[in-house]
Antibody, heavy 113, light 110 residues
Framework: QEQLVESGGGVAQPGKSLRLSCVAS????????MHWVRQAPGKGLEWVAV????????FYADSVKGRFTISRDDSKNTLFLEMNSLRVEDTAMYYC??????WGQGTMVTVSS | QSVLTQPPSASETPGLRVTISCSGS????????VSWYQQLPGTAPRLLMY???QRPSGVPDRFSGSKSGTSASLAISGLQSEDEADYYC???????????FGTGTKVTAL
């Protein structure tokens, strides 16, 4: 069945980096735009970034622009989110999402000193 | 901050109909399609509606979506206790060049 599985979350200090991964299965990954969406504890959903199929275009939320980079490896059905210069306010559950489709279960990122 | 506005909560007696509104602007709802997401307690969100009024397979037909101008609505007919969840609208915003979510609505079956 169609599935997205995220990994790479954890605890990081402010200013440090983390790299999230999302492995897709059960559908033609390369044909879909893919998003990262986050949710801070007890808060609503916040869109983070999108990468179009074949990586032809990428867009970011203002809150992460210049710090986060979204990328994909279609040969490995994998989506990435490189997060640099982490801030306390980046603490959230990060979800990998297929455009107009399924969501992963999420990976938790905690930024704390 | 969210650019799509939803009421914080909505409640209704089981079996009756509840409607959730989503208010946006010409740069998002007014020019792009709307999706709706359901988040049950303690779980990841799931797609409930796309392209304004299209249900993915597996979504019961008691859920329906509509759009008019810069506003959209999600209706749940025959509300069930299992429908208690947070609901979010979303759309692409041409001015922000980004996807925007609504503020979220918590639905309760009384």
């Amino acid at each position: 069945q169609e599935q997205l599985v995220e990994s790479g979350g954890g605890v990081a200090q402010p200013g440090k980096s983390l790299r999230l991964s999302c492995v897709a299965s059960g559908f033609g990954f390369r044909s879909f735009a893919m998003h990262w969406v986050r949710q801070a504890p007890g808060k609503g959903l916040e869109w983070v970034a999108v990468i179009w199929y074949a990586g032809t275009n990428r867009f970011y939320a203002d809150s992460v622009k210049g710090r986060f980079t979204i990328s994909r490896d279609d040969s490995k059905n994998t989506l990435f989110l490189e997060m640099n210069s982490l801030r306390v306010e980046d603490t959230a559950m990060y979800y990998c999402v297929r455009d107009k489709g399924i969501w992963g279960q999420g990976t938790m990122v905690t930024v704390s000193s | 901050q969210s650019v799509l506005t939803q009421p914080p909560s909505a409640s209704e007696t089981p079996g009756l109909r509840v409607t959730i509104s989503c208010s946006g602007s010409s740069s998002n709802i007014g020019s792009n399609t709307v999706s709706w997401y359901q988040q049950l307690p303690g779980t990841a969100p799931r797609l409930l509606m796309y392209s304004d009024d299209q249900r993915p397979s597996g979504v019961p037909d008691r859920f329906s979506g509509s759009k008019s101008g810069t506003s959209a609505s999600l209706a749940i007919s025959g509300l069930q206790s299992e429908d208690e969840a947070d609901y979010y609208c979303a759309a692409w915003d041409d001015s922000l060049n980004g996807y925007v979510f609504g503020t979220g609505t918590k639905v309760t079956a009384l």
